[in-house]
């Protein structure tokens, strides 16, 4: 496999459409209950426009909390970030009538970029799941040397088609904002020193990850700085 290698600029650029796209949704959905809101006078539809609002904007902060530290600088500028406040943004992104989230790790501060790995490699797992099921999570170890392992079942699943070789590094096909996620979970993986392998029987799809042999310590993403600045304190 050849390995591709993006620059800072077209990184930043496809997580942010990736980020866009996923928030869009229920932003639209906040601005079309507002519109009916504004023109209607039927009791029942204003009902419906400020449940559809209520809805939308727990949805889109859900989205938000999870996005700020699957792939910002969230919680702080340091080294750690609470297990605990992992659990709570997937459960908050993903826990619905369609997929459920089962957890188990410990309540604790693990290194940052393995922190970012795992919920990374939620967002895959829920993917391998197109039509729903159970993603359960395993986190055991300690922080620097821990063991990830995602189960998720469902009806059709599958390994995400090309997410092996984004993750590796070396897409077949090239980065889109559609494969980004993988891509950037690659580096994650490598900046963290830990292995990602995928294995499927029957309606179980298993993502592993553990410490890699090849690297003893964690190395950093080049030209692709995780911490962006000062704690983010006021949106905490």
């Known amino acids: 496999m050849t390995a591709v290698t993006l620059d800072a600029l077209d990184l930043s650029a496809l997580l942010c459409s990736r980020i866009c796209h996923d928030v869009i949704s229920p932003v639209g959905a906040i ?8 023109d209607e006078s039927d009791a029942s539809m204003r009902e419906f426009a400020l449940d559809l609002i209520r809805k939308s904007a727990r949805q889109a902060s859900a989205r938000l909390q999870f996005t700020r530290i699957a792939f910002g600088a969230a919680g702080s500028a340091g080294a750690s970030i609470d297990l605990a406040d992992a659990e709570k943004v997937s459960r908050g992104m993903f826990g619905d009538e369609k997929t459920q989230l089962t957890w188990s790790a410990p309540q604790a501060l693990y290194p940052k970029n393995k ?4 919920l990374n490699l939620v967002v895959i797992a829920t993917s391998a799941i197109p039509r729903g099921g159970v993603i359960d999570v395993q986190v055991t170890g300690d922080g620097e040397a821990p063991t990830l392992v995602l189960r998720a079942k469902g009806s059709h699943a599958r390994i995400p088609p090309h997410v092996e070789s984004l993750i590796a590094g070396a897409p077949e096909h090239g980065v889109d904002a559609h494969g980004i996620l993988a891509y950037y979970a690659g580096l ?9 392998r995928f294995s499927i029987d029957g309606d ?3 993502i592993r990850s553990e410490p890699s042999a090849a690297a003893a310590e964690e190395a950093p993403i080049v030209g692709v700085p995780l911490d962006l600045g000062p704690p983010d304190t006021a949106l905490a």
Do not use: P, S
């Not at 601005?31 to 504004?38: K, W």
């Not at 994650?188 to 990602?196: E, H, P």
């Open 188 to 196: 994650v993986a490598r900046a963290a020193a830990m292995d990602v």
């Open 115 to 118: 922190v970012k790995l795992l």
């Open 31 to 38: 601005v079309n209950g507002l519109e009916v809101l504004e």
């Open 204 to 206: 179980t799809v298993t």
